[in-house]
């Protein structure tokens, strides 16, 4: 489930899921191995006098279906022989094409009803287990995609994204692009255990609903007290939910857009540097990361890394104006603006 396709190609191609049941199809199938022995046979009947017995020296019809089906399975035990020119050359262009086909019907059969989902169930248990440091996407609608599609810009390998949504069309998306994706409720405990959501390394839900938001925030919390979880809620209202429920991070589109706009209304430039900064093609960009060793004990603004804005000391927050960043302290979390070339990956809390 990790792959980077084609995506314009797939894009331009009509497809619609198969109404056949499997039944119907193992059916089809088998019908059509049968059809092709039944026209291997006629030929054989149809020359049936080029064909040598060994034991009695008469061709029945029990010996030329005999002789079909040994050789279609390329069994040949001998006994049987074509001996004419025209026997031979009907064994050899029309008979062994058959064979072919015959053969390809029966392991293409095996392996998409009995090997496939051994093999997937497999390999789905070996990623599974190779799980570890990816970032966990619920929803793949227009903001999930649009953070997965960030993620990338800045990055992240597809690979190591995990994307849970219940429609087809968004799991066929996201495994467009690369990404892990398992077609499930991520509400549901047996979802979460299923990505390693305690082993991951962020958590977005972006689920549509508020309330379904809330609920996976709530469970994925129990089972990950410690993986960043940041959550989109849509109204106002729902967001000292979202926070109770464990989210680290509440994102309000409406709310940021109109930071955006009430910004670009006191100066032409202020939403444009808001936007750099947010945006992954930036000159800018926001850091987060543990004070150093030898930064301990100077004030914030002394740091050479980028432009130090505030510092998260436990659980107190403090701005480049209050005199508690005059000097760090070790364990201390920094958050800083750097040039694009320079950002590095947000220190774990």
Request: hydrophobic share 50%; with cysteine; net charge neutral.
């Amino acid at each position: 489930m990790r792959r980077l396709l084609p995506i314009r190609d797939r894009r331009l191609a009509l497809r619609r899921k198969g109404a056949t049941p499997p039944w119907l199809s193992l059916l089809f199938r088998v019908a059509l191995a049968f059809a092709l022995i039944g026209v291997a046979l006629a030929i054989f009947w149809f020359d049936r006098d080029g064909l040598r017995d060994n034991a009695d020296g008469a061709i029945s019809f029990t010996d030329v279906v005999y002789f079909t089906i040994i050789t279609i399975t390329s069994v040949g035990y001998g006994d049987i022989v074509p001996v004419s020119d025209q026997a031979r050359m009907f064994d050899s262009f029309l008979v062994t094409p058959i064979r072919l086909f015959v053969w390809l019907i029966f392991l293409g059969t095996a392996y998409d009803f009995l090997l496939k989902g051994v093999w997937e169930r497999w390999r789905m248990k070996v990623i599974q287990r190779k799980l570890q440091d990816h970032v966990v996407v619920v929803g793949y609608g227009t903001s999930g995609s649009e953070a997965v599609s960030e993620l990338i810009r800045r990055g992240t390998d597809a690979s190591t994204i995990v994307v849970i949504d219940e429609r087809p069309a968004a799991i066929e998306a996201a495994e467009d692009i690369g990404a892990t994706i398992i077609n499930a409720d991520a509400t549901r405990n047996a979802t979460l255990d299923a990505v390693q959501v305690g082993h991951a390394r962020a958590l977005i839900v972006a689920a549509g609903r508020d309330d379904t938001s809330i609920l996976i925030v709530l469970t994925a919390r129990r089972l990950a007290p410690d993986v960043p979880i940041s959550v989109i809620i849509r109204s106002e209202d729902n967001e000292a939910l979202a926070r109770q429920a464990g989210a680290t991070t509440v994102i309000n589109p409406a709310s940021f857009a109109g930071l955006l706009l009430a910004g670009s209304t006191h100066g032409p430039h202020i939403a444009d540097y808001m936007a750099d900064l947010a945006a992954a093609d930036g000159r800018v960009a926001l850091h987060e990361r543990r004070v150093t060793p030898e930064e301990v004990g100077k004030p914030l603004a002394a740091i050479l890394t980028g432009l130090g804005l505030r510092i998260y000391r436990g659980t107190e927050c403090y701005g480049f104006w209050q005199p508690e960043v005059g000097k760090l302290q070790s364990g201390d979390l920094l958050v800083e603006i750097v040039p694009k070339s320079e950002a590095q990956p947000a220190a774990p809390a």
